[in-house]
């Protein structure tokens, strides 16, 4: 790994009943890596706008990793090296993590220290589809449930 590259954050390619034969590393940029037959090889490398905070690899689309840095989410496509959609001032203050929901392809969900986790809708970004708040304190972490996308914890 190159200097001044290093990870926050590692992410399993998510596969159906498969072991996943790739995993992609978030830092300053992404990167995606072979890890077939024993061996470590990294197969593509994205440029990203600033350090991310966290990623998540998008379960319907496996060719899709989102990243969440400074007050905004981004997702990327890993074929074409561009965005697939971004979210600018997705939160008030640092965006801290992003997570996909099991069931419905086009929603996500964020947290940050604004004290909210913000769910989104990727075909109409200018307002988030739901808004929790009640945390006293950062939301550093939210995950979707992946058998009842209803439940989310933070």
């Not at 001044?4 to 590393?25: A, D, F, I, M, Y």
């Not at 996909?100 to 086009?106: A, R, S």
Request: charged fraction near 20%; include cysteine; charge should be negative.
């Amino acid at each position: 790994m190159a200097p001044g590259r290093e990870p926050c954050r590692v992410l399993w390619k998510p596969q159906e009943n498969v072991p996943s034969e790739q995993v992609g590393t978030v830092g300053r940029g992404i990167s995606i890596w072979d890890v077939a037959g024993g061996s470590l090889q990294e197969s593509c490398t994205l440029e990203t706008a600033g350090a991310a905070s966290s990623g998540a690899w998008d379960p319907h689309h496996g060719n899709t990793i989102s990243t969440t840095h400074d007050c905004s989410a981004s997702g990327w496509d890993l074929r074409s090296g561009k965005r697939a959609f971004f979210i600018e001032e997705a939160h008030r203050y640092a965006a801290r993590d992003i997570d996909y929901n099991p069931n419905k392809p086009q929603f996500v969900a964020t947290c940050g220290d604004d004290r909210l986790v913000k769910c989104w809708d990727l075909r109409s970004l200018a307002t988030p589809a739901m808004q929790l708040a009640g945390h006293s304190h950062w939301v550093w972490t939210c995950k979707y449930n992946r058998f009842h996308d209803q439940l989310l914890l933070s």
